[in-house]
């Protein structure tokens, strides 16, 4: 049996989560799919999938060989289109990583019209605000907001994330209206629990940094729960510009701090570390680059 369509096989399980979704995607029956998956583990001698009646695990050795068997599939599919003189069409499925607000706000859109113009392609899109191993949950591209930690991962920046300090006027009425960063200890604060330290923030002015300690009943973990909490009255949040521009032109938002800044967060699509691209990712890369303004609106 050829060593590419076995390939093919194990890459389409790891890619849909079971045989059958490889099946059906190859045009195979599944018998056809688990003979070549067990071809595979016979010539690597190892285990490559843990099966149950329920569930299909791949092995800590299946997610080794995963991102190589992508790059021979890809070397195979480029000698087959040099030699027709075409390009290889992207094709397949593309797992995809997503902030959850920023990809609800922004991102489908840029899906809605990618889908249109690839329609070979098909899209995996995983809401989560986690930053999560890419290579071991199967995915071949990242957005992430915020500061990179160091990592293995190549990174392109497409995006400038600005954030506001907001509050209902129920609230400030209250309440009262800070007048300074140091006015923030008295008030409730909504903290974001991914943003480390959390109730620490951070604002700049002409006199320089300034950086205070907050407190409050509520802390979430997603950011359009922080704008939910806000529009509750349930106290002070500093929410990404998507999430508040809306609330600011009605006015069941009021900007606070004026002449004190909030950082802005870069935006970056992060990708393994390979010498090796699928036409799929590079065509979303190349697509959501030329779309970047979008972004930063």
């Given at each position: 049996?050829?060593?590419?369509?076995?390939?093919?096989?194990?890459?389409r399980a790891m890619e849909g989560g079971s045989f059958s979704a490889?099946?059906?995607?190859?045009?195979?029956?599944?018998?056809?799919?688990?003979?070549?998956?067990?071809?595979?583990?016979?010539?690597?001698?190892?285990?490559?999938f843990m099966r149950t009646t329920r569930k299909l695990t791949p092995?800590?050795?299946?997610?080794?060989?995963?991102?190589?068997?992508?790059?021979?599939?890809?070397?195979?599919?480029?000698?087959?289109?040099?030699?027709?003189?075409?390009?290889?069409?992207?094709?397949?499925?593309?797992?995809?990583?997503?902030?959850?607000?920023?990809?609800?706000?922004?991102?489908?859109?840029?899906?809605?019209?990618?889908?249109?113009?690839?329609?070979?392609?098909?899209?995996?899109?995983?809401?989560?605000?986690?930053?999560?191993?890419?290579?071991?949950?199967?995915?071949?591209?990242?957005?992430?907001?915020?500061?990179?930690?160091?990592?293995?991962?190549?990174?392109?920046?497409?995006?400038?994330?600005?954030?506001?300090?907001?509050?209902?006027?129920?609230?400030?009425?209250?309440?009262?209206?800070?007048?300074?960063?140091?006015?923030?200890?008295?008030?409730?604060?909504?903290?974001?629990?991914?943003?480390?330290?959390?109730?620490?923030?951070?604002?700049?002015?002409?006199?320089?940094?300034?950086?205070?300690?907050?407190?409050?009943?509520?802390?979430?973990?997603?950011?359009?729960?922080?704008?939910?909490?806000?529009?509750?009255?349930?106290?002070?949040?500093?929410?990404?510009?998507?999430?508040?521009?809306?609330?600011?032109?009605?006015?069941?938002?009021?900007?606070?701090?004026?002449?004190?800044?909030?950082?802005?967060?870069?935006?970056?699509?992060?990708?393994?570390?390979?010498?090796?691209?699928?036409?799929?990712?590079?065509?979303?890369?190349?697509?959501?680059?030329?779309?970047?303004?979008?972004?930063?609106?």
């Open positions: 049996m050829d060593r590419i369509d076995c390939l093919k096989a194990f890459v490889a099946a059906k995607e190859l045009g195979l029956g599944q018998p056809a799919v688990s003979k070549r998956i067990a071809l595979l583990e016979e010539e690597f001698g190892s285990q490559l092995t800590r050795e299946a997610h080794r060989v995963y991102d190589l068997a992508r790059q021979v599939l890809g070397t195979f599919e480029a000698a087959r289109a040099s030699i027709r003189e075409a390009p290889a069409r992207p094709s397949g499925t593309l797992r995809i990583s997503v902030p959850s607000s920023f990809g609800r706000h922004y991102l489908m859109p840029v899906v809605r019209d990618y889908a249109r113009d690839f329609p070979d392609v098909k899209l995996d899109l995983r809401f989560d605000e986690r930053t999560i191993n890419l290579v071991e949950e199967g995915m071949e591209l990242a957005l992430r907001i915020g500061q990179l930690e160091s990592s293995s991962l190549m990174a392109r920046r497409i995006g400038t994330v600005r954030r506001y300090l907001v509050a209902t006027p129920v609230y400030l009425r209250e309440r009262g209206t800070p007048r300074n960063p140091d006015d923030l200890r008295e008030h409730h604060c909504i903290a974001y629990a991914r943003m480390a330290p959390a109730n620490q923030w951070t604002f700049e002015s002409d006199d320089g940094r300034h950086v205070v300690s907050v407190s409050g009943a509520v802390m979430v973990d997603d950011a359009d729960a922080m704008r939910e909490a806000v529009l509750q009255h349930l106290g002070i949040a500093i929410v990404p510009a998507w999430c508040a521009s809306e609330a600011l032109r009605r006015g069941q938002m009021k900007a606070l701090l004026p002449d004190y800044t909030v950082s802005s967060l870069p935006l970056h699509v992060v990708y393994p570390e390979t010498h090796w691209m699928s036409a799929r990712a590079r065509s979303f890369l190349d697509f959501v680059i030329a779309r970047a303004d979008r972004f930063n609106a």
